[in-house]
């Protein structure tokens, strides 16, 4: 079951925002969570570097920018104006203040010194946030043109991976989506000079064992009647996660970012990253730490 009281959409009013708007509206009606629209205006802010929150100042801004509130009802809809020195730090530390469960925003924007530039924000966002975020790029559907549609879901066998499956089963009963599997299996090869000559494991066996305990694993989905398919393949992870999205057609991908925590920021996987950043789709990067929208326990019913 989905948690989710709070979500935050970012808009800067360009094309690729409001396509994240309708994606943050989608899943405010649906999961009956309320809905915060933030612009960010970037400017010094005092020398302790708090967040200003101004109900008014750009109230314009937000509307012309088509946020709109849809069909939420008042009391599940804020706008607001943030400043902060930074875009990505204003979003972050409003995620902290308003204890937001969810981030919805698009990957590219307008530019300017007073306009939310999204891209290297999105990742930054995506990075730092304590929760799950859903990034939406340029040339992505609407949730409500939707008729069908397939969730592509990397699994890498990693400790982490049910908290991912258990998010990518909720969102894919939530939009109505089939479900894709994949796992990518990477074959190292080391150079003559490391002076090591044992055979690689032969790729075949390797794909057929996880072709097994992947299709073990996918049972927990089909209990909760999802179409689950299984696609395992040899390669780079980000490029074969990219290719299978643009062979189906993916209208989502749910992925893991793996990091490590520090003192002032959390690094993303590369493989996140790239995907991040190359998407046909929405994406939602899941941490293997922080805020969950599910119980970790939900894997296992059913």
């Not at 509307?63 to 104006?81: F, T, V």
């Not at 530019?111 to 891209?119: A, C, F, I, K, N």
């Not at 990219?242 to 493989?271: K, N, P």
Request: hydrophobic share 40%; charged share 25%.
């Amino acid at each position: 079951m989905v948690h989710v009281d709070r979500i935050l959409f970012p808009t800067d009013g360009s094309a690729c925002a409001d396509r994240a708007r309708r994606h943050a509206q989608y899943l405010a009606d649906h999961l009956d969570a309320a809905l915060h629209v933030i612009q960010v205006e970037t400017r010094t802010v005092d020398r302790d570097g708090v967040l200003a929150v101004q109900e008014a100042e750009v109230q314009a801004d937000l509307h012309e920018g088509g946020a709109g509130k849809g069909a939420l009802p008042a009391a599940r809809y804020r706008e607001r104006a943030v400043v902060h020195s930074t875009a990505a730090g204003g979003i972050l530390n409003y995620v902290v203040q308003y204890d937001v469960d969810l981030v919805v925003m698009g990957t590219h924007g307008h530019r300017g010194v007073r306009r939310l530039v999204l891209g290297s924000v999105a990742e930054e966002v995506v990075r730092k946030a304590p929760c799950p975020v859903v990034t939406v790029g340029r040339g992505t559907t609407a949730p409500e043109e939707w008729e069908e549609g397939t969730m592509v879901v990397p699994v890498d066998f990693s400790e982490h991976r049910f908290r991912v499956m258990a998010h990518a089963r909720e969102l894919a009963l939530l939009y109505g989506m089939d479900l894709l599997l994949l796992h990518v299996v990477e074959v190292p090869s080391l150079p003559d000079a490391y002076g090591v000559h044992r055979s690689p494991p032969d790729p075949g066996v390797l794909a057929d064992r996880a072709d097994e305990v992947l299709d073990a694993e996918a049972d927990s989905l089909r209990t909760k009647g999802l179409d689950v398919t299984l696609d395992v393949r040899g390669g780079h992870p980000a490029a074969e996660i990219l290719d299978v999205a643009d062979e189906t057609g993916a209208t989502f991908i749910t992925i893991a970012t793996h990091g490590r925590t520090g003192l002032e920021r959390v690094l993303m996987g590369s493989v996140a990253e790239k995907v991040l950043r190359q998407a046909p789709c929405p994406v939602c990067a899941v941490k293997s730490f922080g805020r969950s929208l599910v119980e970790d326990e939900d894997w296992t019913d059913g």
